[in-house]
């Protein structure tokens, strides 16, 4: 499985950034994905599921700003992140879920106020 995130970069606050994940040896149709966020000196927390039935969730800081969404065709996923905070600044990183759960490289995204 290798899951390469990218589309992270510098953004100021209430500006909109689009991150995808790029998925081989998974079919992302198929299974849970997500993105999680690792803040610096905090621990790694989810930021949003699509299950293989595309039913969504969402963190509450996140609920009604960010939008994950899956191109079978394309086996990615995707994060749309709008009205971007401060304290959305962190590596995020796209994983697949499941029993065996695996995490790829983050991409570093900075809001700055």
């Known amino acids: 499985v290798q899951l390469q995130a990218s589309g992270g970069g510098e953004a100021q606050a209430g500006g909109s950034l689009r991150l995808s994940c790029t998925a081989s040896?998974?079919?992302?149709?198929?299974?849970?994905m997500g993105w999680y966020r690792q803040a610096p000196g905090k621990q790694r927390d989810m930021v949003a599921i699509?299950?293989?039935?595309?039913?969504?969730s969402y963190a509450d800081s996140v609920k009604g700003r960010f939008t994950i969404s899956r191109d079978n065709a394309k086996n990615m996923v995707y994060l749309q992140m709008n009205s971007l905070k401060p304290e959305d600044t962190g590596i995020y990183y796209c994983?697949?879920?499941?029993?065996?759960?695996?995490w790829g490289q983050g991409t570093q995204v900075t809001v700055s106020s």
């Open positions: 994983a697949k879920l499941g029993s065996h759960s695996y």
């Open positions: 040896g998974v079919i992302v149709g198929m299974i849970a």
């Open positions: 699509i299950t293989n039935s595309a039913s969504t």
